[in-house]
T-cell receptor, first 113, second 112 residues
């Protein structure tokens, strides 16, 4: 069966510090991968998605970036965090064109102070 | 432009009664719809979906209804249980689209 991992679970970072969140998927090959953010009291905002290694699509202009160095690894990064980057970050995977369903990881709570 | 709308931010229902969560969409290209359930500090979990070739899909206590002419879908939970208390998101997509468009969510509270 497929499993998705995210770490860390919680993170407190000062403004201006760098960020690296990691997501890995087990039990499947060539998944689509997604990064979402849920701000307090808000819906799910798609940040980036990837249909293959090195292929990244950005949905929202911001100071975040994403990379996919391996087939089942997706990384969300920032060089300098802003207060507005605080939120709950979710990684998800899907089987691409075979199905619409996306399956989410446990999330990372990021607080920028 | 909010293409998927959940106009009720919250809903309270007595345990054992029916919970009805609503969702409206504006993009006529959408042909697949999903419902997710989310507990605090956890990732959303997939509940049930429906293709536009159907108008109803059931899975146990959960039934999703689709009204294409009204661009409206609803999720019925019968009977409602305390463990159903969560935020529910509807989402939509269309053929060839790698992405889901999510609504803003409805917080369902089941009152014992």
């Amino acid at each position: 069966s497929q499993t998705i991992h995210q770490w860390p679970a919680t993170l407190v970072q000062p403004v201006g510090s760098p960020l690296s969140l990691e997501c890995t998927v087990e039990g499947t090959s060539n998944p689509n991968l997604y990064w979402y953010r849920q701000a307090a009291g808000r819906g799910l905002q798609l940040l980036f998605y990837s249909v293959g290694i090195g292929q990244i699509s950005s949905e929202v202009p911001q100071n975040l970036s994403a990379s996919r160095p391996q087939d089942r690894q997706f990384i969300l990064s920032s060089k300098k965090l802003l207060l507005s980057d605080s939120g709950f970050y979710l990684c998800a995977w899907s089987m691409g064109t075979a199905t619409y369903e996306q399956y989410f990881g446990p999330g990372t709570r990021l607080t920028v102070t | 432009d909010q293409q998927v709308k959940q106009n009720s931010p919250s809903l309270s229902v007595q345990e054992g009664r029916i919970s009805i969560l609503n969702c409206d969409y504006t993009n006529s290209m959408f042909d697949y719809f999903l419902w997710y359930k989310k507990y605090p500090a956890e990732g959303p979990t997939f509940l049930i979906s429906i293709s536009s070739i159907k108008d109803k899909n059931e899975d146990g206590r959960f039934t999703v209804f689709l009204n294409k002419s009204a661009k409206h879908l609803s999720l019925h939970i019968v009977p409602s249980q305390p463990g159903d208390s969560a935020v529910y998101f509807c989402a939509a997509s269309h053929f060839g689209n790698e992405k889901l468009t999510f609504g803003t969510g409805t917080r369902l509270t089941i009152i014992p």
